[in-house]
């Protein structure tokens, strides 16, 4: 098993440019949760979803963030505009909706707006 | 959800053990504890998780008193690759809520 895969690792953009990250959660997992880490904020929930429908997106900052599931394994985290203060980690996670055993982590996305 | 408390840092040597308490005073019946572990620049990697009494695997121990409102993480013989921020979750098992990640401690191991 990969593991959940986030795509890309790091992303430098302009301000105002859209950007778009994207995750592949772990094969059978049905749950997906989209954070944020800042040093400022730690980790941030900002939206999860389960069976793909969002439960859910009260963290998501504002109108400019928004997330999708088209389907059980793929998922997007789009900013547009960005801005300087969206600079942070954003880490996709997912897990199972029966079992226990915690969230499995992907390596997260580098985000940098100058 | 409930809140949680653990301290922000935590010094040891290696081959120490280490206990990291968490305390947790509004954990609801159907609430497990989880905990977390996470390396600089790398998401965080679940550790444990338990309901009540103790619970050990091949990483660390988890201790829970009978009225769960506190739980202790212990770390045997740590190392170097131990240091790392570990976080203290409660919330429903599996995903059927969302978690909510505190400050969690930060455990600096020296040689």
């Known amino acids: 098993d990969a593991g959940v895969i986030q795509s890309p ?12 990250l994207r995750c592949k959660p772990i094969s059978g997992h049905n749950s997906l949760f989209w954070y944020r880490q800042t040093m400022m904020r730690g980790l941030e929930l900002l939206i999860y979803f ?17 997330a999708k599931m088209p389907n059980a394994s793929f ?10 203060r969206d600079s942070a980690v954003y880490f996709c996670a997912s ?4 079992g226990l055993g915690g969230y499995t982590f992907g390596s997260g996305t580098r985000l940098t707006v100058v | 959800l409930a809140k949680t408390t653990q301290p922000i840092s935590m010094d040891s040597y290696e ?5 990291i308490t968490c305390s947790h005073n509004n954990i609801a019946t159907n609430d497990y504890i989880t905990w977390y572990q996470q390396f600089p620049s790398q998401g965080p990697r679940f550790i444990i998780q338990g309901y009540k009494t103790k619970v050990t695997n091949e990483v660390a ?25 570990y976080y203290c979750l409660v919330g429903p098992g599996g995903s059927q809520g969302n978690l909510i990640f505190g400050k969690g401690t930060k455990l600096s191991v020296k040689p």
Do not use: Y
């Not at chain 1, 897990?95 to 029966?98: A, D, G, P």
């Not at chain 2, 081959?15 to 206990?19: M, P, T």
């Not at chain 2, 201790?63 to 212990?74: G, H, Q, V, W, Y």
């Open chain 1, 9 to 20: 690792r790091h992303e430098v953009t302009e301000m105002g440019q859209e950007v778009t």
């Open chain 2, 15 to 19: 081959g120490q053990e280490v206990n």
């Open chain 1, 75 to 84: 998922s997007t985290l789009k900013i547009q505009p960005s801005e300087p």
């Open chain 1, 50 to 66: 389960n069976n793909n429908v969002p439960i859910d997106d009260s963290g998501m900052p504002e109108d400019r963030f928004s």
């Open chain 2, 61 to 85: 121990s988890l201790f829970i008193p009978a009225d769960r409102k506190s739980s202790t993480l212990s770390l045997p013989r740590v190392s170097l690759s131990d240091t790392a921020v």
């Open chain 1, 95 to 98: 897990s199972l909706n029966e």
